[in-house]
Each structure stands twice: as structure tokens, then as C-alpha cells.
């Protein structure tokens, strides 16, 4: 069974950082991405960012473009999502997801392109 387990949220004021990790598990398929995903209060989970197993390749929400790093760690199946020059808000419960096969484009964005997720992890950035 695949698992994902976030980790690394907390409190921090703006203009700080965090890096969030995401522990996946529980496969042995090579040709997957994982995308990180918010949520704030009142509003639409979207998307943040995603890196592709295959070749490494990024994506990012242009409101996080500068901002935040995805990188992964392949021997450890885990990803990580640097977030320098936090702003109020980015104040969000941030989850990780998976997608099989690796995603193309703006596919990256769409929440129904994912099979599983993680239970989210709460950044708060106060101003």
C-alpha cells in the first residue's frame, strides 16, 4: 500500500523559511511524480509544485516561482519542498501527492491526476 507522511510544518514569521519532506513508501514502480498541494481556510486545495522520478523535472505555481525549491531524494523516496521568503499567504495545510505515470505540462496542477496523498501538514506564516 502506498503511503505518503508530510512532515516539517510549522510556525514561522515572514520572510522565513521551511522545508517540508515527504516520506513516500510502500511501491516499487520507477515512473511517478510527486506534486505538493495547499489548502488555506476557505479555499481551493492548488497546486505548488511537482517533480517528475524520471528525469527530474520541476514545476511551479508562478505565486511560488523564486520562492521555493522541489527537489528529491531518490534512495530515500523522499521529496522536499524548500520554502525561503515565506509570506502570510502562503499559510496553508500543505500536502504531498502521487501520480502514476510522471505528468506533462499543466497536468501537474489538476488534483484528480493524482492517485494517492498524504495527511497534510500545517504551515502558518505570521506577519
Known amino acids: 500500500e502506498v503511503q505518503l507522511v508530510e512532515s516539517g510544518g510549522g510556525l514561522v514569521q515572514a520572510g522565513g523559511s521551511l522545508r517540508l519532506s515527504c516520506a513516500a513508501s510502500g511501491f516499487t514502480f520507477d515512473d511517478y511524480a510527486i506534486g505538493w498541494f495547499r489548502q488555506a481556510p476557505g479555499k481551493e486545495r492548488e497546486g505548488v509544485s511537482c517533480i517528475s522520478s524520471s528525469d527530474g523535472s520541476t514545476y511551479y505555481a508562478d505565486s511560488v516561482k523564486g520562492r521555493f525549491t522541489i527537489s528529491s531524494d531518490n534512495a530515500k523516496n523522499t521529496v522536499y519542498l524548500q520554502m525561503n521568503s515565506l509570506k502570510p499567504e502562503d499559510t496553508a495545510v500543505y500536502y504531498c501527492?502521487?501520480?502514476?505515470?510522471?505528468?506533462?505540462?499543466?497536468?501537474?496542477?489538476?488534483?484528480?491526476?493524482?492517485?494517492?496523498w498524504g495527511q497534510g501538514t500545517q504551515v502558518t506564516v505570521s506577519s
Open positions: 501527492a502521487l501520480s502514476r505515470p510522471v505528468l506533462y505540462g499543466s497536468s501537474w496542477e489538476r488534483i484528480y491526476e493524482y492517485d494517492y
